[in-house]
């Protein structure tokens, strides 16, 4: 809760901004993973385990985090996140200059070591704002936590459309360090803020009460439900300009897509509020769902830039309201877990999104576009694949195409292509296409699983949120 020493609107505001700060830095890495794959001859399993570094910290901070937010304080923790971005930089920025000297290796490490400090940064700020808002919005903690991740698609916008607009005129070392301008505003909003505890620390709650709410099946439910929602956002974002410039055979046509997509997800967050005073969060949930499933259905068969906006404007409104509505019902159900609970949320997804989503979307656009260009063109396979093979958990080992050549050939236009480099492409744009279809399928579960949800409140008069009255061992919760 707040007190006369605090400032909420400036706080949300620099939680924006940091968030926002994230959202940049993945954007603009969308944009130049075709620069990774061409300059150091990355594979896409390649290129996605690089992405999933990116998000693997910043889940496993967002955990610890929470543990340590009310103990530690959320301002020390602003500072760490702050440190962990610029060095996150520095060390990006030295891949070319390792790969000069190390090969390939070295690149990847410089790739791997500053990605992992960028999430790890990106970690730390969410640890701390997401409980932030919910402690300082307590009576309308959807609202407000979809104002907040706001940020993420206005960064995404913005990284993004650095990257179309630098593309072929400045290296990609210029765009990735783009993001420290956000990263400066929010350190600044920071500075000489009182920053308030969670509301169950201020009730006096106990951590060990804290940690009890786990055994809440409902809680854990949701902790499944959202390592969905990981996977299938932000899994599904490391790659979609990607695949969708491929579909329309213009990376940069694929970027403006994705700008599109951001802008609109950035717009529809303002207008949570009123949506679930209408249809109730879970009811914004799994008709968010059915959205998403619909719409990556749409994009893995989708022709021409008409087909594609359509596609993505089904898919944007889908993924819209999942994360911050998903924070906003674990922080309204589960008020006595304090930042541990909704830091266990967030966490979570981005694990999922890091080990599984990431990676996971790589592996199957190698295994489709090498099994489809392996049936159709045995001897253009073997020309074009890669040295080594690629594993993604119990699957099947496969070998992907080589990055660097198949960038070649998405860099040759259609009407200058060889018959060999012709395969190579619809093999490309097939892998793609069917990665974004098998994706579907996970959010058709979650439509499901929400839709459980949605009768489990049903049956119990409705969904309210729960306060906590009183203090010390006297705290409990009321709806």
């Known amino acids: 809760m707040s007190n006369d020493k605090t400032n909420p609107n400036r706080l949300l505001w620099a939680g924006f ?25 990355f594979t896409q399993t390649e290129l ?47 891949a070319t200059a390792a790969f000069a000297k190390g090969g390939k290796e070295a690149a990847y490490s410089c790739l791997k070591w500053g990605m992992i400090l960028f999430s790890v ?15 300082l919005f307590p009576k309308n903690r959807t609202h407000y936590l979809n104002i907040l991740h706001a940020g993420w698609p206005a960064g995404l916008v913005l990284g993004a459309l650095a990257s179309y607009f630098l593309v072929g005129k400045a290296r990609w070392e210029i765009q990735w360090a783009l ?11 920071c500075l000489g803020q009182h920053f308030p ?76 509020g009123p949506i679930v005073h209408k249809i109730s969060p879970p009811g914004l949930l799994f008709v968010s769902a059915i959205f998403g499933a619909t719409g990556l259905l749409l994009l893995g068969s989708a022709q021409g830039a008409v087909g594609c906006v359509i596609a993505a404007t089904v898919y944007g409104i889908g993924k819209t309201f999942l994360w911050p509505t998903m924070l906003g019902v674990v922080s309204d159900r589960f008020p006595k877990g304090g930042a541990i609970t909704i830091g ?58 080589e990055g660097s ?10 009407e200058k292509r060889t018959p060999a480099q012709v395969k190579v492409h619809d093999a490309d744009l097939h892998g793609g296409r069917s990665a974004l279809k098998a994706t ?31 203090t010390g061992h006297n705290a409990h919760e009321v709806a």
């Open 405 to 414: 050549k198949v960038a070649a050939v998405r860099n040759t236009p259609a």
């Open 121 to 135: 940064g990106n970690g730390l700020a969410e640890a701390v704002v997401n409980p932030l808002v919910a402690s």
């Open 344 to 401: 266990a949320i967030g966490g979570i997804g981005m694990l999922s999104a890091g080990f599984l989503g990431g990676p996971g979307i790589g592996y199957k656009q190698d295994f489709f576009a090498s099994n489809h260009l392996k049936a159709n063109a045995p001897e253009v396979y073997q020309e074009f694949k890669a040295p080594n093979e690629n594993r993604f958990l119990f699957f099947p080992a496969i070998v992907g195409l």
């Open 179 to 189: 993001f420290l301008i956000p990263v400066v505003i929010y350190g600044a909003m």
């Open 48 to 94: 996605g385990e690089v992405t999933g570094f990116g998000l693997v910290g910043f889940g496993v901070v967002i955990l610890i985090g929470a543990l340590l937010a009310d103990i530690v304080g959320y301002g020390k923790l602003m500072v760490s996140a702050f440190i962990c971005h610029f060095a996150s930089a520095v060390l990006t920025l030295f």
């Open 197 to 272: 505890k969670s509301e169950a620390s201020e009730k006096g709650v106990s951590f060990g009460e804290m940690l009890a709410e786990f055994a809440a099946p409902l809680l854990l439910l949701l902790l499944f439900i959202h390592a969905l929602v990981g996977y299938v956002e932000l899994g599904t974002d490391s790659w979609i300009s990607n695949i969708t410039g491929n579909i329309l055979a213009s990376p940069q046509s694929g970027l403006l897509l994705f700008v599109y997509t951001s802008t609109l997800m950035f717009v529809l967050r303002f207008f949570a």
């Open 440 to 470: 579907a399928a996970v959010p058709a579960l979650m439509a499901f699983l929400y839709l459980l949800i949605l009768l489990y409140f049903k049956a119990k008069g409705g969904y309210k949120p729960v306060h906590i009255e009183g």
């Open 17 to 41: 901004m940091a968030i926002l700060a994230a959202g940049v830095g993945f954007g603009v890495r969308g944009g130049i993973l075709s620069d990774w794959g061409a300059q150091y001859g």
